[in-house]
């Protein structure tokens, strides 16, 4: 079956360092997701990207789809406490009427202050 | 605008007890609905999906299962809980587009079996 693997599983950073979190996937997807969750609380949606080579920005967080649609990216710039939580990625496979997401493992990410 | 409840939102039960959880949905119609699991400081595990009234796909083997007897209620249940069962229950929802689908998750359930 799909597997959906993230890496690293957790990483530690100073606040206002960089951090960035890979995923890869076994299998061509259509689309992928990225969701976080805060410590105690549940996923949230946060972005999706569709297209090969895709890019896409939310003010300190950059997503990036690879080019053969198996790879995705999420690099935060000078991370913030309020970046603490651990980020999934999700992706799709095309498969009409069986589109079910894949999550991947997440990357838990602590600041420290 | 679509929110999604969960009760209860903790839970403590004796092993071999029953479960039951539920999950509401309003503000949209015929949603995808979905249960999963997240053992402490881990991964989502799917449990359960349904595309529709008494539609229940499983995906994992285990002694829970789920209902959904109406169109925007999901219910995980169990017979006899085991110690194995305690986790962060998720339910979520989604409305397909025409090639993909967004979850959205409510607050959760924590179980714990003692």
């Known amino acids: 079956g799909q597997q959906v693997m993230q890496i690293p599983q957790y990483q530690h950073v100073q606040e206002g360092e960089d951090f960035t979190t890979y995923c890869n996937s076994s299998t061509t997807l259509s689309n992928i997701q990225w969701y976080k969750q805060r410590p105690g609380g549940h996923p949230v949606f946060l972005i999706q990207?569709?297209?090969?080579?895709e890019v896409k920005k939310q003010k300190r967080l950059t997503f990036q789809f690879g080019e053969a649609k198996k790879n995705s990216s999420l690099h935060i710039t000078a991370t913030q406490t309020t970046d603490v939580g651990t980020y999934f990625c999700?992706?799709?496979?095309?498969?009409?009427?069986?589109?079910?997401?894949?999550f991947g493992t997440g990357t838990r990410l602590t600041i420290i202050p | 605008s679509q929110t999604i409840h969960q009760w209860p939102a903790t839970l403590v039960q004796p092993v071999g007890s029953p479960l039951s959880l539920e999950c509401t949905v309003e503000g949209t119609s015929n949603p995808n609905l979905y249960w999963y699991r997240q053992a402490a400081g881990r991964g989502l595990q799917l449990l359960f999906y349904s595309v529709g009234i008494g539609q229940i796909s499983s995906e994992v083997p285990q002694n829970l299962s789920a209902s959904r007897p109406q169109d925007r209620q999901f219910i995980l249940s169990s017979k006899k809980l085991l110690l194995s069962d305690s986790g962060f229950y998720l339910c979520?929802?989604?409305?397909?587009?025409?090639?993909?689908?967004?979850?959205?998750f409510g607050p959760g359930t924590r179980l714990l079996v003692l």
């Open positions: 979520a929802w989604s409305v397909r587009f025409p090639t993909w689908e967004t979850q959205y």
């Open positions: 999700a992706g799709q496979v095309a498969n009409f009427g069986n589109e079910k997401l894949t």
């Open positions: 990207l569709v297209k090969s080579g």
